[in-house]
């Protein structure tokens, strides 16, 4: 029998140096709202449906304190990853102002062989982020 | 004046070894179909409204063949990373017999203090991949 059908992605992970710096990019500079933060370890953010999370790899290698009630196994990679957001089409023009006016370096930006628009930027730990029109990956 | 309001995530990324096994995994024992795949660099898999990116890193940490047309910027992680699947909550049984079915290694099965159920399996590069109750996020 097949597998089930996931309904989707529910949770990226990128991995993150300090938590301050993540904060204020996620939450400030992106306005993801925070989830929770566990000081040390890492810290969520809420994206649409989905939900980003950042973590210090170093605390994840290792079992969590509560590990006998929630034995979440552990992960942790060291070196750029990549995530990306959704936008809406006719708002990509509008984050493109915004990453602007903060003064954000934008390392790409151009529009994909289907018209779709992609920005990227780096998040403070060197992480790939990328800002895409939704339409990206749409069936023809 | 704030950010756009992001509609979700676009894709999450996963760092992998071999795109056989990978395929295997993500597309054959997950049955995520299969999007596109370039040879010695990655495949890429739909997830509901989403994209799950495997990338083998030392591929995607050099400017790609089209990178004057397409300036994709490079990233590239090494060690487990993390990365999760929304379900119904009515199928995480079926999913759990579907792992089992398949001999897959579970390696946590439990229930977040909300209810929530996740299981987690390794993909075939060590990445550690959740199996979620697509609601363990949602508001109170």
Not at 50 to 71: K, N, Q
Not at 104 to 122: H, K, Q, T
């Amino acid at each position: 029998m097949g597998a089930p059908v996931s309904t989707g992605l529910l949770e990226a992970a990128v991995y993150v140096e300090d938590l301050d710096a993540t904060e204020a990019f996620y939450g400030g500079l992106l306005g993801l709202e925070r989830l929770t933060r566990r000081d040390g370890r890492h810290v969520f953010f809420r994206c649409g449906e989905g939900v980003i999370l950042t973590f210090i790899a170093e605390a994840t290698r290792v079992p969590s304190d509560d590990a006998s009630a929630l034995p979440v196994p552990p992960h942790g990679a060291i070196g750029p990853g990549h995530v990306c957001l959704a936008a809406k089409a006719e708002e990509m023009n509008e984050w493109e102002r915004h990453l602007r006016e903060n003064n954000v370096e934008i390392e790409a930006d151009f529009f994909w062989p289907n018209g779709a628009r992609s920005i990227y930027l780096r998040d403070p730990a060197g992480n790939s982020v990328e800002i895409a029109d939704k339409t990206l990956w749409r069936r023809g």
